[in-house]
């Protein structure tokens, strides 16, 4: 989760909204990383778990990342959460809740669905304060900025 908050911290230097995210394999090697960037690129679906996504993908030449478990410091929204039930990882784990948009546990939960053809472990609170602290900072910023 420290890769991931690295990986958020990036985004806030760029302007983005601070959301970082890691793909580790089953070695414990991280083998895609990315952050928020659609605001930049201008890509709607640029959020820092597609971007760590696609690289990890790209990594091993397969969408499907089977034991894999991905690292993101805000919970993911419905977009990110069906990609990432799609790319088969095995385990999700995530730092602070989303009350806007948060498809695991603040507006509904996208992974216990029992449609899915594969089932993802969710855990979220990791390092939590830390993640909100670096959204809470950014989103202030921006306040300030438009103020003045």
């Not at 983005?16 to 991280?30: H, K, L, R, T, Y």
Request: aromatic share 6%; hydrophobic share 45%; proline share 5%.
């Amino acid at each position: 989760m420290h890769r991931a908050l690295d990986q958020a911290r990036l985004a806030f230097e760029a302007g983005e909204v601070p959301v970082g995210a890691v793909v580790v394999d089953p070695q414990g090697e991280i083998i895609g990383s990315g952050y928020n960037t659609v605001l930049s690129t201008p890509d709607p679906t640029a959020h820092a778990e597609v971007q760590a996504l696609r690289a990890a993908a790209a990594h091993i030449g397969n969408y499907r990342l089977d034991g894999c478990t991905l690292y993101v410091t805000l919970e993911p929204c419905m977009m990110c959460s069906g990609a990432l039930i799609h790319a088969r990882l095995m385990r999700i784990v995530y730092g602070a809740a989303e009350p806007k948009t948060g498809m695991v546990e603040s507006k509904a939960n996208l992974f216990a669905q029992p449609w899915h053809n594969h089932h993802v472990q969710v855990e979220g609170g990791l390092l939590a304060v830390q993640a909100k602290r670096l959204l809470k900072q950014f989103f202030a910023e921006r306040r300030a900025a438009s103020s003045e």
